[in-house]
């Protein structure tokens, strides 16, 4: 059943959610509301004129660091060393990317203004990360996310010249690894995760491994 949320309502067991993951409709995306929904495997997504709406899929994607794929051309790129890779130098541009870059089959975006001022309060607390990657002093390509415990979920990434969102992701991953974390959430199945050795598991297996790995740090 999915909950229709008032504000200061709690979210329902993502367990009992459908197959397709709704969880609940409304509420708001408060920091404290993202965080609680974050620890209980559940994510806002949602268009432009819709309300907020929360989502835990079955299955889910996620990948454990120590089983990142890196593809012969991606290491050549990364042998370059072309890209300059910084951590958290310029979070609202990277959102504000996120926002704006088309993507191959996708209309508009759910990266609304009210997404963005939500995700920065998020980083002004310590909660949300950007990573960047610069070419000839621009920025060209980048991903953010929201941090708890030893878990990195993974919200969007861009790109505005070839390979340098992989590049970001690739020193995430490695960054992750060396840190101790459980893994990285990527929410729903993508070819371009899968090739990077991301895996979908049981919501029920997802939930049982972030109940543990956010109470961590």
């Not at 191959?104 to 963005?116: A, C, D, F, R, V």
């Not at 996310?145 to 020193?171: L, N, P, Q, T």
Request: proline share 5%; glycine share 8%; net charge positive.
């Amino acid at each position: 059943m999915i909950k229709i949320l008032d504000l200061e309502d709690s979210f329902p067991n993502p367990r009992f959610a459908s197959k397709n993951g709704l969880v609940a409709i409304g509420g708001d995306l408060s920091p404290q509301t993202l965080l609680d929904a974050y620890k209980m495997g559940i994510f806002p997504w949602y268009s432009e004129g819709d309300p907020i709406l929360w989502w835990s899929p079955d299955p889910r994607m996620v990948l454990y660091p120590k089983d990142l794929k890196i593809s012969r051309s991606l290491k050549k790129v990364l042998k370059k060393d072309k890209f300059e890779v910084y951590f958290n130098r310029d979070f609202e541009q990277v959102i504000r990317n996120c926002s704006k870059i088309p993507r191959k089959g996708q209309n508009g975006t759910w990266i609304l203004p009210e997404i963005i001022e939500a995700y920065k309060k998020l980083y002004l607390l310590g909660y949300a990360q950007s990573v960047e990657t610069y070419l000839d002093g621009q920025l060209v390509g980048g991903l953010y996310g929201v941090v708890i415990g030893k878990v990195f979920f993974g919200e969007s990434m861009f790109s505005r010249v070839s390979d340098a969102s992989k590049v970001a992701f690739v020193h995430l991953v490695k960054k992750l690894e060396k840190e101790g974390f459980h893994f990285i959430d990527c929410q729903v199945s993508s070819n371009y995760l899968a090739n990077f050795g991301a895996v979908e598991i049981p919501r029920d297996r997802f939930l049982d491994e972030l109940k543990v790995a956010v109470t961590l740090y």
